[in-house]
C-alpha cells in the first residue's frame, strides 16, 4: 500500500454529524465540503479494517477558542533505490489554531506549533 | 484517492521523462539515460560542467482538492568527494541544456531546514494533472583537484502538500 493510502480521515461538526473521506456507499468526500468553522474532531484512522496502525484525532476545543485551521498531506518523494524515484514518506498533518499534529504513515506522530514545517 | 506525483527529467526538449524507475545522471551529453557513457573528464586546470539537468513535478493523477507548496531539497551532505559539486537555479520554463557554468547556488546549501521554493514562478495550489511548479535546473562541476572513478549517489528529495 502506498504510504498516501494508509491512512483515511473523519470529521465530526459541532452539530454531531460525522463526515468520512470514504462514507459507507465508498464515496470519497473531499475536505473542502466542511466548514472548518464548526469541526470539531479531526480523525485520521488507518484505511484498512484490523490495522494495528493508531487511530489520531485532534479535538477542537471551541469554548477555549480554538478552531480547526486545515488538514493535509504531505507527500515526500525519494530515491527508492533500484525502484527509481517514488513516493517515501506521506505525512498527514491537522492544524488547528493551537497546535498541528502530523501522523506518519508507520502511525508515529508528532505534535508541533502551528507554524512549524516538517521536511524529512 | 490521493494525487500520484512523479519526478520528469527534462532533457532536448520539454518533454520530460519520467523517473519513477530510474535515477538521474550528470554526463557530458544533453539526454535522461543513466548509463556510463559520455562521462564527464577531470580537466587539468579549472573546471568542467556537466549538461545541465531540469527536473519538474509531475502529476500523473489528480488530488482530490489540490496540491501546493512544493519544495526540494539535499541531505547537505556532499558525498561526491574533492572537487565535485552539484549547483542549481531555478526557472519558470525549460530551456536547452548546456554544458557552460550557470553560476547557480550550492545545492548541497539546501536542505530539509532551508528547502527550494519550487513553486515561487510557477505559483499554486494546481488542481489538475500535468508538469506542475518551476523547473529546477541542477549541473555537476567537476574541478582538476577531483579524484577519477565512480561517485557515490546523491539523494535529492521533492516534497509537496495536498489536500
Redesign the interface.
Known sequence: M?P??VYVWEMETDNGTVIKQVDDDGV?H???EVDPHVVVRFTLKPRQKGSPLPSHSAIVDHEKQERYV??????????LGL?????KE?VNCVETSFYRLWVFSNGQCLTTNPGFEV?? | MAATVQIHEMSATATGTDKTAGNIRFKAADNATADANDRLQIPAAASIYSYTKYLRAYVSSAPSVDISNLRCYSDGSNDYGVGIGIQYDLAGTFSANINTDIGGTDFFTKTAGSPIDMDAINTGPFTSTGYKGDLIRLQMSVASTASPGLTSNEAITLAYDET
Open positions: 502506498e498516501s493510502e470519497e473531499r475536505r473542502d486545515r488538514s493535509f498531506g504531505r507527500g515526500f518523494i525519494k530515491d525502484a527509481g524515484y517514488g513516493l506521506y521536511y524529512i
